[in-house]
């Protein structure tokens, strides 16, 4: 199996509470809660309030991103949670998520990420700057 830069989660959550998927504060919070727990390091939260309801928003962290995007009107939220190396654990953030939104289902699928073509050439080229690039040509 290769061995992927990431890890991205694509979660669906059902049967939230719609009170909290209204609140941006609240929804702030647990996304940055979760990013903390699963041992992520926050660089900038970015988050908006919809009239007349609905909250999206981004956590960016180090190790990528975690993002939400809430329906209160249909007890639903999209959860993406992005992490790549070894050290963050983006299941621990999801399921973190899904607890305090108070998700009665979920469904979700996990997609390795930068997992690269198989390589037939890898090219030496100089990049803009001048310093020298590999590129990887695929086999097609």
């Not at 988050?47 to 007349?52: I, L, N, R, Y």
């Not at 090219?123 to 690039?133: C, F, H, I, N, T």
Request: proline share 5%.
């Amino acid at each position: 199996m290769k061995k992927a830069l990431g890890r991205h989660i694509l979660c669906e959550a059902y049967g939230c509470d719609p009170e909290v998927l209204d609140d941006r504060r609240q929804v702030e919070s647990l996304m940055v809660e979760a990013a903390l727990e699963a041992g992520a390091e926050v660089r900038e939260v970015a988050f908006h309030q919809f009239v007349p309801w609905g909250v999206s928003g981004v956590v960016v962290i180090s190790e990528s991103h975690l993002a939400i995007h809430t329906w209160p009107e249909h007890r639903y939220a999209a959860i993406d949670v992005f992490t790549c190396g070894e050290e963050v654990d983006p299941q621990v953030a999801c399921n973190l998520i899904l607890q305090r939104l108070g998700a009665q289902s979920h469904q979700q699928m996990e997609v390795a990420r930068g997992t690269f073509p198989p390589l037939t050439e890898v090219l030496d080229v100089p990049s803009q700057k001048g310093e020298k690039q590999l590129l990887y040509e695929s086999s097609r």
